[in-house]
């Protein structure tokens, strides 16, 4: 792990093989596949090996899952090792009803000792390098992230990504930059790699989490939809203190790259549609948006993308 990672997040719907290698290739040190069902895995389903697809330059395959319990980690442990990870990473974060109600997610942040099982599972198998990624806790009468980092690192993960917000919050309300602090404290000397999460927006955010708060890295997540320039910046602000911004001219030739990339993983009827969001998000702001917005509504083709996409390079 560099001194300094910069990691994008797993950002189920967006962290595809295609995303992953544009932030990669921006200077991300380590891109976190979508969240992959151990269950799907174990049972060989290909959608879900699907998720876990690379590009042969994307070296450092960072997966990570989501399980109720060790028993699918364990039985999924020789598909996913096919697969040459570099990381495996346990899901406690996600807040869906969906996956909360089957004891997966954040539902493990009520019982610790489950996703120590899963460690456990995993280290018994492999000597990949096993990370978790968790919440502050439950609710706010419930925040236990300190106690829970503290027992899943004795089980053996050795890189802990702490999203500073509760399951009860979601995505919405401030992540709570105290709580890196908190974190970093606690484990110091521990040997634990810290990665902080949420609301990490621009380098100076990034910069206050690394040397404000004594954490090892940061996961941009909603920060690099659309702005994979975010890891070239950030790296830049931290060596000199200041960063420049990418020019219309690079946003919308990377996001036809990214839209080109995604074409080849998914044909261009399907690529089209689903990265229509991310295509959006790389023109915010531009002068003559709007007007771009409605044409990328309608396009369904390559060619009309790009049609729609070029009028805003002058
Ligand atoms: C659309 C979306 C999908 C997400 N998918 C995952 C996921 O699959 N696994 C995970 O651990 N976190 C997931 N997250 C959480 C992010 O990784 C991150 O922790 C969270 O967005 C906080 O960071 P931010 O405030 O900088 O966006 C997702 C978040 C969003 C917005």
Redo the contacts with the bound molecule.
């Keep these: 792990m560099a001194e300094h990672s910069l990691f994008l ?7 595809d093989k295609a995303f992953r290698q544009i932030a990669n290739s921006y200077g991300a040190d380590g891109s ?4 992959v069902s151990a269950e799907g895995l174990a049972r060989d389903s290909e959608k879900t090996k699907h998720l876990l697809d690379r590009y042969s330059e994307d070296e450092k395959l960072i997966v ?1 899952i ?1 399980a109720p319990s060790a028993d699918p980690v364990a039985r999924c442990m020789d598909t996913l090792l096919s697969f040459n990870p570099h990381m495996i ?1 346990i ?4 807040p869906v009803p969906k996956v909360v109600k089957t004891g997966a ?1 954040s539902a493990l942040m009520k019982d610790p000792e489950k996703v120590c099982q899963m460690i456990k599972a995993i280290k018994s198998r492999t000597d990949i390098p096993v990370s978790v ?1 968790f919440r502050l806790g439950w609710d706010s009468s419930s925040i236990n992230y300190i106690e829970f980092a503290e027992a899943v690192h004795n089980a053996g993960a050795s890189v802990l ?1 702490l ?1 500073a ?1 509760t399951r009860a919050q979601g ?1 919405s309300g401030t ?1 709570d930059r105290n709580a890196f602090r908190s974190l970093s404290e606690h484990m110091k000397g521990s040997g634990a790699f810290l990665f902080a ?5 621009r380098p100076e955010d990034a910069a206050e989490i690394i040397d404000g708060c004594g954490m090892d890295g940061v ?5 690099a ?1 659309g702005n994979p320039f975010i890891f070239r910046m950030t790296k830049e602000y931290l060596k000199t203190g200041s960063y420049s911004l990418p020019d219309t001219e690079e946003k919308v030739m990377t996001a036809i790259r990214h839209l080109r990339l995604a074409i080849s993983c998914y044909g261009e009827d399907i690529a089209c549609r689903e990265m229509r969001k991310q295509l959006m998000a790389y023109i915010k702001g531009i002068s003559g948006a709007s007007s771009v917005k409605a044409r990328l509504t309608q396009a369904s083709t390559e060619e009309e993308c790009v049609n729609a996409l070029m009028p805003l390079v002058k």
């Design positions: 997040a797993p950002l189920a719907g967006y962290t976190v596949t979508e969240m990570q989501f990473d899901n406690c974060g996600c997610g990624k990504t999203h917000r995505y992540a999460s949420g609301d990490i927006f996961m941009f997540a909603r920060g939809i």
